[in-house]
């Protein structure tokens, strides 16, 4: 039912987009990915299973370690109204990250421009993680899974040749990958059963490698928590 409601959605979507070509222009085609460019860090291969823990990434249950520039969100509590621009540039700020801690009091930070920034007691009260809490936002969204940008999975990455055992939980999860990314028809039925290409099955057998990405700000970044698998292709 979870599986008939979303779809119902995505089509009424696609319905009031295709019914409104004033607002959304006209759509002749849609390729199998926007081809927007991004720049993310690959953190993820193919046949690897990767679980994130209070923001540390494991593959196959061993830490993956982040990298020097990794930055996560921090509540920062001033003791004056502003920091003196030189200690800004200093420390390696970008200005606009600045301009929205004075807004909402919330920066990104290096784990070295945190440690840094704690050093200027004399500007400074307090620094504390920012804590990611679930939205309907992250991949998969049409499955509850409970997971946070921080707290994630564990989920497996498609691998060439690889099979999996299709269920209604994880089918969320692969069902991007099985219809767009690889181009099957897959439907649910009402009594449970999974159609690929109008055969009931259980299982799937991946076509292409798949890869998991995260921009090294974690916490402003729209990456594979938020649109799932990226295909070699």
């Not at 849609?30 to 923001?55: A, F, H, M, S, W």
């Not at 055992?165 to 059963?193: A, D, H, S």
């Not at 159609?195 to 921009?215: A, C, H, P, R, V």
Request: charged residues 25%; proline residues 6%.
């Amino acid at each position: 039912q979870q599986h008939q409601y979303y779809q119902m959605v995505y089509n009424l979507g696609k319905k009031a987009i295709m019914a409104t070509p004033n607002a959304y222009g006209k759509i002749d085609t849609r390729p199998v990915d926007r081809r927007e460019n991004y720049v993310k860090r690959c953190v993820g291969l193919p046949g690897q299973t990767l679980q994130i823990k209070n923001r540390v990434i494991y593959l196959d249950g061993k830490i993956n370690p982040d990298a020097e520039n990794v930055q996560y969100k921090y509540n920062v509590e001033l003791k004056t109204s502003y920091l003196p621009e030189d200690i800004c540039y200093e420390l390696g700020l970008n200005m606009s990250d600045v301009k929205e801690m004075y807004q909402y009091g919330t920066i990104p930070l290096t784990k070295a421009a945190k440690a840094a920034l704690e050093k200027q007691t004399a500007y400074i009260s307090s620094i504390t993680p920012v804590e990611e809490r679930e939205t309907g936002m992250l991949y998969p969204q049409n499955g509850y899974t409970g997971w946070t940008s921080d707290n994630y999975g564990p989920i497996w990455i498609p691998k060439k040749g690889e099979k999996i055992m299709l269920t209604m939980e994880n089918l969320p999860i692969y069902e991007r990958p099985i219809r767009v990314y690889e181009g099957n028809t897959l439907e649910v039925t009402q009594n449970g059963k999974i159609l690929i290409n109008g055969k009931e099955t259980t299982e799937y057998t991946f076509k292409m490698d798949y890869y998991w990405m995260q921009g090294d700000n974690r916490h402003c970044s729209a990456d594979s928590r938020y649109w799932g698998f990226v295909p070699e292709d």
